[in-house]
């Protein structure tokens, strides 16, 4: 994992010698990042597909999770090694294409869809569910 890691890091290094390596990684995943998602809430029965903010942890994690699951998702359809697709996910999440850009998107379309149900959010804003306290 580390040999891969470093590989991709040398690759960055050598094809975008204007931009810190760092900043072009961090970049990535900012570009990344989702603002919300949906989540599934049931309420009277019948299951909504809610959408609610994303916390900045969940966003780093779920940003950093599409970058390495369409480096892996391009490895196998282009037959490549992990560290080229790797690099070319980077690169492409850096300007703002790819499969993992592709993948906030579409959660961004969703929630967008969604947002007639938002005001089912709040029993699960916190995370706590307010009426755990009723016995099933």
Known sequence: VRAIFDETFHRLARSEGDVDVIELLVKAVENIKPLCEVEKVKIAGTTYDVPSIV?????QSLAIRWILEGAEEGRISKSTSLEKSS?????????????????RKNLHRLASVKRR?????WPTRTGIKIFSWIAT
């Open 117 to 121: 149900f938002a005001h089912f959010r």
């Open 55 to 59: 916390g900045r942890d969940r966003q």
């Open 87 to 103: 690099f070319e996910e980077i690169v492409d999440a850096y300007r703002q294409r790819g499969i993992a850009h592709m993948k």
